[in-house]
């Protein structure tokens, strides 16, 4: 058997996560994936590195409990959220057994981690204004114990209504832990179903340092959970997940003045979102802007993918949605700095050539 020929064939047949690095790309203008455009400085406190660090830094642990509002013990952190999507797949579904449902377009790693673990996934599309459909879900739920619903979505930036959501743990109660992706959160706060896992024990909110808090490379996120969902996810996950430089960096992030930084921050991309939707609804090559909650903006464009091929070419990495269900011609631009929005504005309104047959 060839080395190939070894391997799982749920594994052999996968497509990985397009990650922002590995799409390549000679890039100055990084706007593909939802990243904060500065770095913001850190120092490491911690020295030594001769010990094993705390599974669950109790630092951090405590400091994000206060951040989101609720306790000690419903709080995870992990390796990134998307190590957290993969320790619920692991603690809830049987691989060839249960299956785990969203409804796309959204966001890509709930697939990739189910097929890299065998499990099946079923999807219930959304409806207009990417809203959840209800009835679809509800014919779709038998055999399946992990829900996602990311919210602000991504990649199209709205609400997912928080009555739909409502619906959807009432009919999962019992049956399937329903997943609330709250990457985002920073930039729409007010959102956040944390305070709904009191009365939903089968509520998990899903929460990074990767975005607004401007820590992607540090790879640190957090699941919230009842003490019960907490305690399996702590049976499944690895003994030692945070490195000590992480779990250092981490709970600098979360102190009083860290959580301050990141409001300010949050200030800053929100006005240049709307420096960014403005000037995009001017341009002609622009047909629709569509409303952000987040650090994003998802608009649909002539030619988009000549246009995502052109501003390449220059420098500029924006992500194309085309091939996401209801998302023809539509590309995602990250908000960026002032300056690296009007690069994105300039390079938009500078799309020569673009005749009537090619706009079709
Ligand atoms: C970025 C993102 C994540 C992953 O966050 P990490 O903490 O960097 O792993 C999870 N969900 C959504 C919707 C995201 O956009």
Redesign the pocket.
């Known amino acids: 058997m060839s080395i190939e020929e070894l391997a799982r064939d749920n594994v052999r047949t996968l497509t990985p996560y397009q990650s922002a690095r590995r799409l390549g790309g000679n890039g100055d203008v990084w706007l593909n994936a939802?990243e904060y455009p500065v770095a913001v400085p850190f120092e490491l406190t911690a020295q030594a590195l001769n010990r094993y660090p705390e599974c669950q830094p109790q630092a951090v642990i405590t400091r994000y409990a206060d951040y989101a509002g609720v306790t000690p013990d419903q709080v995870l952190v992990s390796r990134?959220?998307?190590?957290g999507?993969e320790l619920i797949m692991r603690a809830f579904c049987e691989p060839g057994v249960d299956a785990i449902l969203y409804c796309p377009p959204t966001?890509g790693?709930y697939s990739v981690s189910a097929e890299t673990l065998g499990i099946s996934c079923r999807t219930v599309p959304t409806l207009d204004g990417w809203q959840l459909d209800l009835d679809g879900i509800a014919a779709q739920l038998d055999g399946v114990k992990v829900v996602f619903v990311?919210s602000p979505n991504?990649p199209t930036g709205q609400l997912i209504n928080p009555a739909d959501i409502r619906d959807l743990l009432e009919m999962t109660r019992g049956k399937a832990i329903v997943v609330a992706?709250e990457?985002?959160i920073e930039f729409c706060p007010d959102a956040s179903l944390a305070s709904w896992i009191a009365d939903f024990p089968h509520l998990v909110v899903?929460r990074?340092?990767?975005?607004a808090f401007a820590l992607?490379g540090l790879?640190?996120?957090f699941t919230l959970g009842s003490p019960e969902v907490i305690a399996l996810l702590m049976k499944v996950i690895a003994p030692y997940p945070l490195s000590t430089p992480v779990a250092d960096i981490a709970a600098q992030a979360l102190t009083a003045q860290g959580i301050a930084a990141m409001r300010e921050r949050v200030a800053t991309i929100l006005e240049n979102r709307l420096f960014l939707m403005d000037a995009l609804r001017t341009l002609p090559c622009v047909e629709a802007v569509f409303p952000s909650e987040t650090n994003y903006v998802l608009a649909r464009i002539t030619a988009s993918s000549a246009v995502f091929k052109s501003l390449w070419d220059r420098g500029i990495i924006l992500r194309d949605q085309n091939k996401q269900p209801s998302l023809s011609g539509c590309l995602r631009i990250t908000v960026g700095t002032r300056d690296e929005c009007q690069r994105v504005i300039d390079a938009l309104n500078d799309q020569p050539g673009l005749t009537a047959t090619e706009t079709q």
Do not use: F, H
Request: proline share 0%; aromatic share 10%.
């Open positions: 939802n990134g959220a998307d190590e999507i966001y790693m990311c991504n992706d990457a985002y899903l990074t340092l990767s975005k992607a790879r640190c996120g």
